[in-house]
């Protein structure tokens, strides 16, 4: 199964790069190698699980790792960057800086909670700066793990806000992915454990369900043997 949507999303791709939905250079070899990458850990999972299983598997953590590292790196100067420019504004200055795109038609996804907002001088205010003080502080937060955590829950409720009266959910999809690299790996494993525990059920089903053309094993009270058992000739039972 695994093989036939490799090989058909390399049909797609490459229908995509020659009728030129895709044409730029960069994205071209970013699919195409993730493509090759692919195919290559299909035929060493396969034919060869030994050595160069054991050296991929290293070079695949280094990448890992690698991109991990670069993640982090863009989210700090992203935050940073973000932070610093507001404060030279003199919109971020006085507070009221969030006030203008809630108020702009392209903007407006929810204009009854937007106006609930904007009504509110209190709330205009501790958003602008408390969108200043969490950009600004979130790469020294990285020196403290529970300071990392606190900053990281205002980040993600502050991109939820965003999606949601701004209307950007791409953006603020996209910005949450980034923020989740900082996650405490105590609570990563612990969501995963959440997630196998609710898929588990469907798993079971769809392992237990037997194959197109194929009859269901006729397993006994006692288990597959016991089935095998009763099925045996008369001089084999009384052995």
């Known amino acids: 199964m695994g093989i036939a949507v490799w090989a058909v999303l390399g049909v797609v791709l490459v229908a995509a790069l020659v009728s ?5 250079p960069v994205w071209s070899l970013f ?3 993730m493509w090759l990458v692919h195919g290559y850990w299909w035929l060493i999972r396969r034919f060869a699980p030994g050595e160069p299983r054991i050296v991929s598997d ?5 990448v890992h790792n690698a991109a991990l590292f670069v993640i982090m790196a863009e989210v700090c100067i992203i935050y940073a960057t973000a932070g610093w420019y507001k404060i030279q504004g003199s919109r971020w200055q006085d507070g009221t800086a969030v006030y203008y795109p809630m108020e702009l038609d392209y903007f407006n996804v929810w204009p009854e909670l937007s106006d ?6 209190l709330i205009i205010t501790a958003l602008t700066y408390g969108t ?10 990285l020196l403290n793990r529970r300071a990392k955590n606190v ?5 993600i409720g502050e991109h939820i806000g965003i999606a949601v009266l701004l209307g950007l ?14 996650l405490p790996t105590a609570f990563l494993v612990w969501l995963g454990a959440r997630a196998q525990r609710v898929t588990d059920p469907v798993r079971r089903r769809l392992r237990r369900r037997p194959a197109p053309g ?3 094993r006729d397993v006994g009270p006692a288990g597959p043997g016991a089935a095998a058992a009763d099925r045996a000739p008369a001089w084999a039972k009384s052995r």
């Open 151 to 155: 900053l990281l829950v205002l980040m």
């Open 214 to 216: 194929r009859p269901a």
């Open 31 to 33: 699919f195409a190698g």
């Open 58 to 62: 290293i070079i695949a953590n280094l």
């Open 116 to 121: 609930l907002l904007v009504g509110s001088g």
């Open 169 to 182: 959910p791409f953006f603020s999809m996209a910005m949450i992915a980034m923020d989740s690299v900082f």
């Open 132 to 141: 200043v003080f969490v950009q600004v502080a979130f790469p020294f937060a």
């Open 20 to 24: 030129g939905k895709i044409d730029s």
